[in-house]
């Protein structure tokens, strides 16, 4: 039972404090009777209003509650997930991986030469850039995709349902995207990435998912960077050297 309820219930209902009202008039325990009606009836009211204080702020911590979860899944930078938000996304997918429901796609794209576009360019352009990078990736994929920031300048975007095809067309249009961001300055550059991407087919831990398409990824940078490299078992025997 709520506060609420407890007030419910008066002492002395009103009905029956007016019959005793008029049966024992001028009897001196009526006089002490009323006082304590009034007396009642004030702390019912106080207890109502506290009980709705109470709720309000109940409802309060529940809106903090549910900021500070969000917080502690989203990069401050870009408004994408975090590693904090990806993985248990990523252990959805593993799970309905597990009861035998459609393959997917990891597509992991790191930004080439960032460092040199921080030193020439500034650390708040190269944070211009990572934002810019970021509204890219909402635009471009699909409302079935997860994207997030994976590290510095490192991005993942998880695709569900994925097959070849749908990997190859989603990582020509990102990468075509982004040759479109031009850099400060006369020289005409424009901002590149490399893609390592990984389609996973059976169950297997998050890590080791994330490892293969890391795999991939250095492979790209190796082979020259601005491009896409999809993993496959013999990258496990290479050894990548930037
Ligand atoms: N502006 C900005 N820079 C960042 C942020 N996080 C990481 N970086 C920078 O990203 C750069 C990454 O540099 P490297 O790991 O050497 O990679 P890279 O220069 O892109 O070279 P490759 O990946 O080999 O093409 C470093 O200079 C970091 O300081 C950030 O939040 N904002």
Not at 21 to 37: F, M
Not at 145 to 170: K, N, Q, T, Y
Not at 180 to 191: K, V
């Amino acid at each position: 039972m709520n506060a609420q309820d407890e007030t419910s219930q008066p002492v002395v209902p009103a009905e029956r404090y007016h019959h005793l009202e008029t049966q024992y008039a001028g009897h001196p325990l009526l006089t002490e009777l009323t006082a304590l009606h009034l007396q009642y009836q004030r702390l019912e009211r106080r207890l109502n209003k506290i009980a709705r204080i109470g709720d309000l702020m109940q409802a309060q911590i529940m809106d903090l509650n549910s900021e500070l979860n969000k917080r502690a899944e989203t990069d401050p930078l870009t408004g994408l997930y975090n590693r904090g938000g990806l993985y248990p996304q990523m252990s959805a997918l593993m799970e309905q991986l597990a009861l035998g429901q459609s393959r997917f796609g990891l597509l992991l794209l790191d930004l080439d030469y960032f460092k040199e576009v921080n030193d020439q360019f500034g650390h708040l352009h190269g944070d211009q850039l990572l934002i810019a990078v970021a509204d890219i990736l909402r635009a471009v994929c699909p409302a079935s995709h997860i994207c997030a920031r994976w590290g510095g300048e490192e991005f993942l975007v998880l695709m569900p349902d994925c097959c070849d095809d749908s990997l190859f067309a989603l990582a020509g249009n990102l990468m075509q995207a982004i040759r479109r961001i031009r850099l400060p300055g006369d020289d005409n550059r424009y901002l590149t990435a490399s893609l390592g991407a990984y389609l996973c087919r059976e169950t297997e831990t998050i890590d080791e998912s994330i490892r293969k398409a890391d795999l991939a990824m250095y492979k790209a940078k190796a082979q020259g960077r601005n491009q896409l490299v999809v993993y496959s078992p013999e990258l496990d025997e290479t050894r990548v050297v930037l």
